[in-house]
């Protein structure tokens, strides 16, 4: 009965290559986000999808690029992996907009090597 | 866009103490103020939110007050306990949620 699970948990990798994270929510929930939490616990957003469309799409790289192709489902696929990159990725799902309760996913933990 | 303070980073206290965590945000538009609570290696998790229509709001041991003039938001827990320790987020709802940088909260046995 898990409500936002994310694939994989941990996730290593070499610079330079592709890799993408998977994000469901079976809270029959509009939106869902990612947010990225670096070495310091800083948590930003980086993109918002309501009902399949974007609608928050924060300053970052172009190498990452969301995709969500149903309303329960908001994967983050990144490109061409940097050091930088490395953190824990969060994934979040909440009826309407950003002023209800967000429920997040158990996290992915990126590490770029 | 929004900006969140948060302050002070870190906070220590005793057992049975009271704790208070205050935010300050930016944007005057920004209508949700919620309270997370992240415990090491999990997932953030709300412990409790407030909308601006509303100064204060109270659930057990955990209150949060709004002062939308100043636009500073506060966070109390009364009688710590222990399993209270974690980081602790505020954030405010503009475009999207903006969280503060978190406190780690250390509550000594």
């Known amino acids: 009965d898990t409500a936002v699970s994310q694939t994989p948990k941990y996730l290593v990798t070499q610079m330079g290559n592709d890799k993408s994270i998977k994000c469901e929510q079976n809270?029959?929930?509009?939106?869902m986000y990612w947010y990225k939490q670096d070495s310091k616990k800083f948590l930003k957003i980086m993109f918002s999808?309501?009902?399949?469309?974007?609608?928050i799409n924060e300053t970052v790289p172009n190498r990452f690029s969301p995709k969500s192709p149903d309303k329960a489902h908001l994967n983050l696929h990144i490109n061409s992996l940097e050091l930088g990159d490395s953190a824990v990725y969060f994934c979040?799902?909440?009826?309407?907009?950003?002023?209800?309760?967000?429920?997040f996913g158990p996290g992915t933990r990126l590490t770029v090597t | 866009g929004e900006n969140v303070e948060q302050h002070p980073s870190t906070l220590s206290v005793q057992e049975g103490d009271s704790a208070v965590i205050k935010c300050t945000y930016s944007?005057?538009?920004?209508?949700?103020f919620p309270w997370y609570k992240q415990e090491l290696g999990k997932r953030p998790q709300l412990i409790i939110d407030?909308?601006?229509?509303?100064g204060e709001k109270k659930d057990q041991r955990i209150a949060v007050t709004l002062n939308k003039t100043a636009k500073h938001f506060s966070l109390h827990i009364t009688e710590t306990q222990p399993e209270d320790s974690a980081v602790y987020f505020c954030?405010?709802?503009?475009?999207?949620?903006?969280f503060g940088k978190g406190i780690t909260l250390s509550v000594r046995p």
């Open positions: 979040a799902s909440n009826r309407g907009d950003s002023s209800y309760e967000q429920y």
């Open positions: 809270l029959g929930h509009d939106t």
């Open positions: 999808y309501n009902n399949k469309e974007l609608i």
């Open positions: 944007d005057s538009a920004s209508n949700y």
């Open positions: 407030i909308r601006s229509n509303v």
């Open positions: 954030a405010a709802s503009g475009k999207g949620l903006t």
